[in-house]
């Protein structure tokens, strides 16, 4: 039986979540969601409403029910059944969040770590986010650095069952800005394979810093890189415009 594109496509986030995200997260996933509880935490409550999308094997919405009721949506099928069982205080639902049977204006939070890139509408994407949540929402994304990954780094190509399409600080400020007035934006976890950038943005001299030095001097370090927009990882937070 020939399989859709689609079904192509859950088959492959189910295999590669159950391979990279059920058994522990790089330093760039730790980054990310550190950075995201940062802002909740800036928030103040703990009876948010959050979304979040691409939830994957729903190693994330684990950390998020300290800050409300979530609900965790992905195409995946499989490591959402296995989510349940972890996570039973969280709703999950499989599918994609473009067509999933949610209410509007129904969450205070939405996350999406790394799932903007994997998406075919960016723009219906951001569009649904935005009417997902209520007026003063917030929108938390963590998305891949195109120049930093393009330039800097040594990337395998894309699997053939996978959509993969990064961004630049200038054209995520530009997809959000209809949607969403930035809060913070920058990038996170410098990452150089090559270039001039290798020796200072060495995972290893992190690592080395965190063991020797502490968690502080590693973070030291990156801040600057961070900030200057060498890191892995582009961090947006926007709040929800409205008319």
């Known amino acids: 039986m020939v399989q859709s594109p689609a079904s192509r496509e859950a ?9 990279n995200r059920e ?31 691409g939830c994957g094997a729903g190693w994330f919405v684990d950390q998020l029910v300290a800050y409300g009721t979530v ?16 996570v039973p205080q969280a ?16 969450f205070d939070v939405v996350v999406g770590l790394e799932v903007l ?9 951001v569009a649904r986010l935005h009417d997902l949540l209520v007026d003063g929402g917030h929108l938390m994304l963590a998305t891949q650095n195109r120049p930093v990954l393009q ?11 996978q959509r993969r399409r990064w961004f630049s600080r200038e054209e995520l400020t530009d997809l959000t800005a209809p949607h969403f007035t930035v809060v913070r934006l920058h990038s996170a976890t410098p990452l150089a394979h ?9 995972p290893r001299i992190r690592r080395g810093l ?17 900030w200057a927009g060498w890191g892995f990882t582009l961090m947006f937070h926007g709040g929800k415009r409205t008319a």
């Open 117 to 125: 890139s994997h998406v075919e509408d960016h723009q219906a994407f």
């Open 194 to 202: 090559r270039g001039y950038r290798r020796r200072p943005a060495s």
């Open 11 to 19: 088959a492959y986030w189910d295999r590669w979540n159950a391979e």
């Open 210 to 226: 965190e063991k020797y030095l502490g968690p502080g001097w590693a973070r030291a370090w990156a801040w600057p890189m961070e």
């Open 151 to 161: 330039d800097h780094c040594l990337i395998a190509p894309p699997h053939e069952d």
């Open 91 to 106: 709703t999950f639902l499989t599918g994609d969040v473009l067509d999933v049977d949610l209410h509007l204006a129904s």
């Open 23 to 53: 058994h522990g997260q790089s330093e760039v996933s730790h980054r990310q969601a550190y950075l995201v509880r940062r802002w909740l935490d800036r928030i103040g409550r703990r009876d948010l409403r959050i979304l979040e999308v």
């Open 71 to 86: 609900t965790g949506v992905d195409i995946t099928p499989t490591v959402l059944d296995r989510a349940r069982e972890r």
